[in-house]
């Protein structure tokens, strides 16, 4: 029963602390946009302006909620929720933490490990791109519904370049636990080089890396939204609490995201030196925590990073790059997997 | 040639785009570091330039016609501002001076500028010889009519 | 309660893609009824795979999956020709071998 | 527990895949159909089978439903407003039909059937690993054929959306 009152309590603890990243993160957005524009960003609202996302949640709750004429109202209204859920949901089988052991019980900090793992994130972020669809058929608007029609192309195209990048490493690494996928990355090469799936896998990581963008609909394929040709694209339509949380489910996936990259790539909450990867102290925990909210958070700084330093792809030039790059070089980089695993059987 | 010049394949990391997305990529980090130049306006105001270098940098705003010590108009009526007018704007009617205008044999009997075509280039203050027309630094005017802006003598002589 | 109540269910999702192939007139809806056939035989067979233990059952599905697939590509294809064609998208329209 | 979730799981999705063969909207269909997927998968889910639940998920609502979306995203929606004519086949007929069809099926589920109970289930049922093993070892002509499939579909649906623009232009 105690177990259970755990297990719980762990729940709740990642999902809070998962739910009060999104607003950090808009801050860094701006400040960060600021900085490589030469300025100095909000810094109005609280020391270096630090309360200005709860400023923007003010604000945005206390709009009028907008529901336009002629919109399709159902689908108008629960389409931002299906923006967010599945980016919160998708953070289930992300493991946090090493194992820690409280009051006699072992307790995995990952809130759900699935025979399935990875395969199962793939599938939950697969339903993102309903909300930005729903909500730009619902919008009744030819803007809203151009960027609908540009996100499930470029869903449906990112995805295959993205699901083949993973099956390199789950064949490299021989298991769909992302549990277990951690452990097999907590030791070393010769002393020194952490034995990270970046290093085994680095085309599969760029491949993941540039899907990943794609997938979460960040600069430079920021295509359904592209402001300066589409004013907006899905959400033209949305105001208040309904464009937050289109907001929100962006930077929720993109959260989610860095953490699975984080994950797969980089060793998850290992760093060799640091973090025992075997031991279940409290300590221990809390210092792998920490690890990979570092790891996630660098991640997270990338992708602000590339934001503002690239500029979008043209619509035929984003096909381009998937069609005709991506998937053939993350075949390509299949068949050259499969042939290193059966190398003893082949030679 | 020039087309020649087109075909010339570059290496694979100029083609593929590598090279520019790390350039991107450095420039935008170095940004990050360097010193920002926002005004904190309400605390801070904004310090105009230097006097020597001011008056190269004066706003240029609505016209006026400058007078002497009697109170007459300097203009002398010899059109070289209605001529050097990009965007002829600037119409005088010339006339014979009135008596007791010693020191010359013309002066504008009306002296319009339609403010709507003016594009401020500050061409008329330099062609002036007797220095009668300069630009102030008053903002652009702003009436209910078309008519409205059409600045006659009195008015620039006014400003 | 019996596994058994799956294969009634299975069955009757097998009988309303039937209907909708039967009486839809929209073909975006009928290729949708064809997708509903396919998943009741879908369901069959994962539910005889629990009863038998049997891994044969979900391979079958995995095998389904597959052919749902590229039917669903030929068909939404087809579905764009045509309606480059006919500007229309109902069945009654692809009459163009009637006499 | 297992049960009642069967129970609540297969009642929803023959309710929502009514709901996807009577709408006239198809972009509603397309809505129930994604609800009537992601029930099944539930079932699946709650049958041990959770690799094929997930490819599920992945494979109808991630991909064949988005497809679906796009072409109706790119069709007229005003033309398909005007789809609100009887059917070629009267729904009556089209009821009896599908009726006697269940009807048909239920039968053998009925009487040749025993009421099953489940054999012992081995620690991996329904992961991934268990299902490749078998699969690879026992259908790899299959595999190869399904392959070659996708392949050919890929193929065939760049030819058949070209020759339609063709038809168009000339």
């Known amino acids: 029963m105690s177990s259970m009152v755990l297990d719980a309590g762990k729940i709740l603890l990642i999902f809070a602390v998962f739910m009060q990243i999104p607003p950090l993160l808009i801050y860094l957005e701006r400040k960060i946009c600021a900085f490589i524009q030469d300025r100095i960003g909000p810094n109005r609202v609280g020391p270096f302006g630090i309360l200005q996302p709860l400023a923007d949640a003010i604000k945005l ?287 | 040639m020039s087309n020649q010049k087109l075909n010339v394949r570059e290496p694979w990391y100029i083609r593929w785009g590598i090279l520019g997305l790390l350039k991107g990529i450095a420039l935008t980090i170095k940004h990050f570091f360097r010193p920002k130049f926002t005004v904190q306006y309400p605390e801070v105001t904004h310090t105009p330039l230097p006097k020597e270098e001011a008056h190269q940098w004066k706003p240029r705003g609505q016209h006026r016609l400058n007078v002497d010590e009697q109170g007459r108009v300097k203009c002398v009526a010899c059109l070289l501002c209605q001529t050097a007018c990009p965007s002829h704007c600037i119409e005088i009617t010339p006339g014979p001076a009135p008596e007791g205008y010693g020191d010359r044999d013309k002066y504008p009997i009306e002296f319009k500028i339609d403010m709507l075509r003016c594009i401020y280039c500050g061409m008329c203050e330099e062609a002036c010889p007797c220095d009668a027309i300069v630009l102030t630094d008053k903002p652009y005017p702003v009436t209910y009519s078309r008519e409205g802006m059409i600045f006659n003598k009195e008015k620039l002589m006014q400003n | 309660m019996s596994p058994n109540f799956l294969l009634y269910i299975g069955a009757a999702l097998f009988s309303i893609g039937t209907f909708g192939v039967l009486s839809c007139r929209n073909t975006l809806i009928l290729l949708m ?67 | 527990m297992y049960e009642i979730m069967w129970l609540i799981l297969g009642i929803l999705s023959v309710i929502s895949a009514i709901l996807v063969v009577s709408r006239i909207n198809p972009v509603y269909s397309a809505l129930y159909l994604m609800l009537f997927f992601a029930s099944v998968s539930g079932l699946f889910a709650f049958l041990g089978a959770s690799f094929v639940a997930v490819t599920q998920l992945f494979i109808y609502i991630g991909a064949i439903i988005v497809l679906f979306l796009f072409v109706i995203m790119m069709l007229n929606f005003e033309e398909l407003k005007k789809l609100q004519r009887p059917p070629l086949f009267s729904p009556l007929k089209g009821l009896i039909l599908s009726l006697a069809l269940f009807g048909l099926l239920c039968v053998p589920i009925y009487f040749g059937l025993p009421s099953a109970h489940p054999r012992h289930l081995p620690a991996d049922f329904g992961s991934a690993k268990w299902i490749a093993r078998d699969m690879y070892i026992q259908y790899p002509f299959a595999i190869e054929l399904a392959s070659v499939l996708i392949i050919a579909a890929l193929a065939g649906a760049f030819v058949i959306a070209r020759i339609g623009k063709k038809a168009k232009n000339s």
């Open chain 1, 61 to 347: 709750i206390t709009k009028e909620s907008i529901t336009p004429k002629n919109v399709d109202v159902f689908l108008y209204t629960v389409a931002p929720l299906f923006v967010m859920v599945p980016a919160a949901i998708s953070f289930a089988v992300v493991p946090v933490g090493a194992d820690v052991k409280l009051w006699g019980h072992t307790l995995q900090l990952q809130i759900a490990d699935f025979h399935v793992g990875i395969l199962f994130f793939l599938a939950i972020t697969s339903l993102s791109v309903y909300g930005l669809t729903f909500g730009a058929w619902a919008s009744n608007n030819k803007y809203s519904l151009y960027g609908g029609i540009r996100s499930t192309a470029q869903m449906i195209s990112y995805e295959v370049a993205m699901g083949l990048a993973v099956i390199c490493v789950l064949m490299s690494s021989g298991t769909v636990y992302l549990r277990e996928m951690v452990f097999a990355q907590s030791h070393t090469y010769f002393g020194f080089l952490p034995a990270w799936n970046v290093f085994h896998q680095p085309l599969a990581f760029v491949i993941f890396l540039i899907a990943a963008f794609a997938e979460t609909n960040r600069l430079p394929f920021d295509l359904p939204e592209a402001e300066s040709e589409l004013v907006g694209g899905y959400h033209t339509e949305y105001s208040g609490m309904k464009f937050a949380m289109f907001f929100m489910g962006e930077y929720m996936a993109m959260i989610s995201m860095s953490a699975i990259m984080v994950t797969l790539f980089f060793g998850g909450w290992t760093l060799p030196g640091v973090v025992d990867a075997h031991s279940t102290t409290v300590w221990n925990a809390l210092l792998s925590v920490v690890v990979f909210g570092i790891k996630t958070g660098a991640f997270l700084i990338f992708f602000i990073w590339i934001r503002w330093t690239l500029p979008r792809l043209r619509y035929d030039q984003l096909m381009k790059l998937g069609w005709k790059v991506l998937i053939p070089l993350a075949l390509m980089n299949l068949f050259f997997t499969a042939i290193w695993g059966l190398r003893d059987q082949i030679f």
């Open chain 3, 33 to 99: 009824s064809i997708e509903i056939m396919l998943t009741g035989v879908s369901l069959s067979l994962v539910t005889f795979s629990w009863i038998w233990a049997n891994s044969a059952g979900q391979i079958f599905v995995i095998f389904i999956m597959a052919v749902a697939a590229g039917e669903a590509a030929i068909g939404l294809a087809i579905i764009m020709a045509f309606y480059r064609l006919h500007k229309s998208v109902q069945t009654d329209k692809a009459e163009l071998m009637k006499g």
